[in-house]
């Protein structure tokens, strides 16, 4: 199953009290990372939140943004600490510039830092319906997943189709290549046997035997292609495959690498070249699946 690491999910409740809205932004991360943004009115749920969003997601870095709004009349508390930094300024102000004013109680009023709006979610059925907001905004997240994933999906197919020309021409070429070098090597050995009348043959044909060793892409071709047999399976898995699909580009590369090195056939090689740009190509929308 493929579902895309990126996506964006929201979701509103309301009661009688307050109104809830969450939104959920997920990006890329190769483990998983939760940061939960509120005005610290439900500090004290922030580990359930994050073990709920860790249970759901999987992978990603997750963002998760949580406004609450009171649907009475609004209550509020004088914040302390933020009065006594707003008259400490104002003192600063008057004496650099030298102004005797002071601040009156109506200017401190229409000063919206100094007090914070009194919200109580200790009812249990306020928590339940924040729980409930989260847990919505998820499943929009999710669904939104497997919208991209469906177009990841089409691109995955149309790389790897590419990428299995890419081998079926290699393989083919390899063949004809492995012919042609074994013609040229006889004609070879005949010249210099018939001008070297000591040589040491079963040495010579060791040494042959041992460079066409050297130069044979077989086992690396055959371990792409089963490579890419487990790259399929991974995408049609009910499980999450995301990091085992990147693994297994990772080995694909160091095939084509091997391919490349290996081979003195420039059809081969331009091939691998190829090959290779549409592994990248892979890799970097495998970099995007959970």
């Given amino acids: 199953m493929v579902l895309s690491m990126t996506g964006f999910g929201k979701a509103n409740k309301k009661n ?36 709920l969003i860790k249970k759901k997601c999987i992978r990603g870095k997750l963002i998760l943004n949580i406004k609450i709004s ?14 006594k930094s707003i008259i400490k300024l104002s003192n600063e102000i008057k004496k650099e510039v030298k102004i005797e004013d002071d601040l009156s109680l109506n200017d401190l009023i229409k000063i919206p ?12 059925s306020n928590k339940k319906l924040l729980f409930k907001t989260i847990n919505e905004a998820i499943s929009d997240l ?20 590419k990428i299995n ?5 290699i393989k083919f070429l390899s063949k004809n290549t492995l012919k042609g070098e074994y013609k040229l090597l006889s004609e070879k050995i005949s010249k210099i046997t018939n001008s070297l009348s000591k040589i040491d043959k079963d040495r010579l044909y060791q ?25 399929q399976s991974c995408i049609k898995s009910k499980t999450n495959c995301g990091k085992k699909m990147n693994f297994l580009l990772q080995e694909m590369l160091r ?4 391919i490349g090195s290996k081979s003195d056939n420039f059809k081969i090689s331009h091939i691998v070249v190829d090959l290779k740009s549409n592994l990248e190509q892979l890799r970097e929308q495998v970099q995007n699946i959970i």
């Fill in 16 to 51: 009688k009290d307050y109104t809830f809205g969450a939104e959920i932004k997920s990006f890329n991360n190769r483990f998983i990372e939760v940061i939960v943004k509120n005005n610290n009115l439900i500090s004290q749920y922030d580990h359930e939140i994050i073990t």
């Fill in 70 to 83: 009171n649907n009475n009349d609004k209550k509020y508390v004088l914040n302390n600490n933020k009065l």
């Fill in 113 to 124: 830092y100094i007090y914070d709006e009194v919200i109580s979610l200790d009812n249990l």
């Fill in 142 to 161: 999710n669904i939104f997943r497997k919208k991209e994933g469906k177009n990841l999906l089409k691109d995955l197919n149309a790389k790897l189709k």
């Fill in 165 to 169: 020309s890419n081998l079926s021409n």
């Fill in 207 to 231: 040494e042959i035997a041992i460079l066409n060793e050297r130069k044979d892409i077989n086992e690396e071709i055959i371990r792409m292609s089963s490579h890419i047999t487990l790259f």
């Fill in 255 to 258: 095939e084509a690498n091997t």
